[in-house]
């Protein structure tokens, strides 16, 4: 089962920490061992009734085969999850959302092929137990295992709904021997009431059981078998077992030549594989809903885990013990939240007894095959009835707390698998979940972060008199930080900003930073190519920051958007175009400042600093690309920039450079270490010619003996140009937690 029930999930039953999983008998207690052995008939009873309700009327020739094999496959999975989970008193097995879905799709399909109908059925649990098997290994390679997180949770409501409904109707078929086709809990006709109250008054103890904190949670298994020897015992009071199996009221029996055998190449000549492939779409619902269960599970399993969790791990003895299922002809299983969670709770440690749980399974499949089949039906339409019915209120329950528009969607499949069924209920939660995705993701602001050149500054140490000039009309430079999935809807929504922004400020650039988005949408290039000729006949420009993550490298930015440009690596691109492309925002606005300086008309540079005091320095001159200073060098010179510029950086992992700062005239550059006297710890290089004033350790003592005010001078304006960094990183701070 693929839903936790109230007991499992009841917030006040406190978990005891979690200890390490493996094979030891200490782990083994009368108690843990009574529930082991309920969980184990349960589960025996449960996949006998799964194999009731699908092999039924022309497929009911394969029954003797497929019931074993649907114990065995519960076994196999139980055992191997067992060997490899590092998690402690975990239960898996065979699941019920594979056969639901495909009762409702695929057995019509076997009834109506060609070949044995039976096998055909069996080749299709085959396939859909080795393509669930892919399709795990594939979200563990890709690195796929938080697909769920967007998967809402009224559609997974809505499947569980839908089963539990199947299963409940599916419980009182199985025990008056009705139908050929899973008609639901409403559909159902009832019979003679010895087949049907029976069953109901078992599935109504193991629902008690199961949702009530008061009764012991092993009372579903002691119930099971309670009922069985119950019925024999009246049985051979009053009747007699061949009786009650002319009766109808025996699963089997069946016959010892007719036991569990693995699939081999010549059952595949007997099965009609043409219906096996037109069976695909109920194939790929069964994987899908059973990809979303066993992620789901794992989530819930993870929450109860103090320690470690190896969630890739899990995935993968999940993927291993299906792909073994393949070649019995089973179904698809993996971890069982339900019993896992019922079965921490009374005290089942390590890995013994879910790998007993296995064994048990495993062992009454090859050994005692022909046995499952003296299974009363009223004991195995009671544990399907029991188990639907605490899917179905749980659901419920789930829905109605919820309060939500979206709770609507839940209620549409379930309504949709009572009249049509399951393969069309996935179809409905698949367009639902696409339909809640959009709503939601429609209210997410694309736009991160937005402002002028009062918010966004580049990494340029500016004169006082070029930051005057740029915050004398901020408005010139608009910035557009972007976050998340652009697709079509969103991408309108940044597009009728920038309308706003050239229609209120008429600015001369707009900068759009892609650093946070993920991936745009093809239908959403439209929208850039509008906003490019927007800005342009406005006069500006649209600058695109970060984008290579997106689109590709600067000729595929510019392409996407309708322009051609030259690239390159640590400049604006094309920048005489109405669109550019830049490495990141901090390139993206230096060129933007610059527009905004080159119409200011006192832009003289000036040192900042005496004329006195620049003669107690040298002067150094430095060629494009040449090191001023090196990481781990001594630190025993500062310096004074007279003429051009110098950038800071540091090496990247990817053999690049990751610009720190950018230093212009008048600028101090390597205090820090000059005055702590520690080693540099970027290094900074000339960007074309650059003029230094420089100033080693012993020259700084000379001076601050022979002319101490001038060292005043300096300190005072080491002191204003570090509070200038100081307040830039704090505004840079405040922009990346905005």
Request: net charge negative; proline share 4%.
């Amino acid at each position: 089962m693929t839903s936790t029930d109230d007991r499992a999930a009841d917030p006040s039953a406190e978990l005891e920490p979690p200890d390490v999983g493996g094979f030891s008998l200490d782990q083994l207690t009368w108690s843990s061992t009574l529930v082991g052995l309920a969980i184990a008939v349960t589960e025996l009873a449960l996949a006998i009734a799964l194999a009731a309700i699908i092999f039924v009327g022309p497929l009911e020739s394969a029954l003797p085969r497929a019931a074993p094999a649907f114990v065995l496959s519960g076994g196999i999975v139980s055992v191997v999850v067992a060997m490899r989970s590092r998690l402690s008193g975990t239960i898996a097995g065979a699941q019920d959302l594979a056969p639901i879905v495909l009762l409702t799709g695929a057995t019509s399909i076997a009834a109506s092929g060609s070949g044995d109908p039976g096998m055909t059925m069996l080749v299709i649990l085959a396939v859909s137990a080795g393509v669930y098997a892919l399709a795990l290994w594939a979200i563990d390679a890709f690195g796929l295992v938080d697909v769920v997180r967007f998967m809402p949770s009224t559609v997974v409501i809505g499947f569980v709904a839908g089963t539990g409904y199947l299963l409940a109707g599916g419980g009182l078929q199985v025990a008056n021997a009705s139908g050929e086709r899973l008609t639901g809990l409403f559909g159902t006709e009832f019979g003679a009431p010895e087949f049907w109250v029976p069953c109901v008054l078992l599935g109504i103890l193991i629902a008690v059981s199961t949702m009530s904190t008061r009764v012991p949670t092993v009372m579903i298994g002691l119930s099971v078998i309670g009922s069985v020897a119950l019925f024999y015992a009246v049985t051979a009071v009053i009747s007699s077992v061949d009786a009650v199996s002319a009766n109808n009221q025996l699963i089997g029996p069946f016959n010892d030549m007719d036991r569990w055998r693995p699939l081999t190449p010549g059952d595949l000549d007997e099965a009609d594989l043409g219906a096996v492939l037109r069976a695909w779409p109920a194939i790929a619902a069964a994987v899908f809903v059973s990809v979303i269960g066993v992620l789901l599970n794992l989530k819930g399993l993870e929450d109860e885990q103090d320690g470690p969790f190896e969630f890739r791990r899990e995935i993968r003895s999940v993927s291993a013990s299906n792909a073994l299922v393949v070649f019995t002809g089973g179904l698809i299983g993996f971890h069982s939240l339900g019993n896992s969670t019922m079965a921490r709770k009374n005290g089942v440690r390590g890995s013994v007894i879910p790998f007993g749980v296995g064994v048990f399974a495993i062992v009454g499949a090859v050994v005692g095959g022909s046995l499952v089949g003296y299974l009363p039906r009223f004991v195995a339409g009671g544990v399907l009835l029991g188990t639907g019915s605490v899917l179905l209120i749980d659901a419920g329950r789930s829905l109605l707390k919820l309060r939500s528009v979206e709770a609507f969607v839940g209620l549409a499949i379930l309504a949709v698998v009572i009249r049509w069924g399951m393969l069309e209920g996935v179809a409905t939660g698949l367009a639902g979940a696409v339909m809640i995705f959009l709503v939601r993701y429609s209210r997410i602001d694309p736009v991160r972060k937005a402002g002028n050149l009062v918010d966004h500054t580049s990494r340029i140490d500016r004169s006082p008199v070029e930051r005057a000039a740029l915050l004398a009309d901020p408005d010139r430079v608009q910035v557009l930080r972007l976050q998340g999935y652009l697709f079509f809807g969103s991408v309108d929504n940044v597009r009728a900003r920038v309308a706003a922004l050239v229609a209120e400020h008429a600015p001369d650039c707009i900068v759009v930073d892609f650093r946070y988005v993920t991936g745009v949408d093809a239908s959403a290039l439209t929208s850039f190519r509008r906003m490019e000729k927007a800005v342009g006949r406005a006069g500006g420009s649209l600058c695109l920051a970060g984008a290579e993550h997106i689109f590709g490298d600067g000729a595929d930015v510019n392409a996407a958007v309708g322009v051609a440009a030259d690239a390159d690596e640590d400049a604006a691109v094309g920048t005489d175009q109405p669109t550019d492309r830049f490495v990141d925002l901090d390139h993206a606005l230096e060129w933007a400042e610059a527009i905004v300086l080159s119409d200011t008309h006192d832009s003289t540079p000036v040192l900042g600093i005496s004329a006195r005091l620049a003669d107690q320095f040298v002067t150094l001159t430095f060629d494009d690309g040449d090191p001023v200073v090196s990481i781990g060098d001594e630190g025993n010179a500062l310096f004074i920039i007279a003429e051009g510029l110098c950038v800071a950086s540091l090496p990247t992992p990817s053999g690049g450079r990751r610009r720190l700062r950018e230093f212009g005239v008048g600028s101090i550059v390597g205090e820090i270490s000059f005055l702590s006297g520690s080693a540099r710890t970027a290094d900074i290089h000339a960007k074309g010619f650059v003029r230094l004033l420089a100033m080693d350790r012993s020259r700084y003592d000379r001076v601050a003996e022979t002319d101490p005010d001038l060292i005043i001078e300096l300190g005072e304006r080491m002191l204003s140009v570090s509070a200038d960094r100081v307040q830039d990183l704090s505004r840079r701070l405040n922009q990346e937690l905005g």
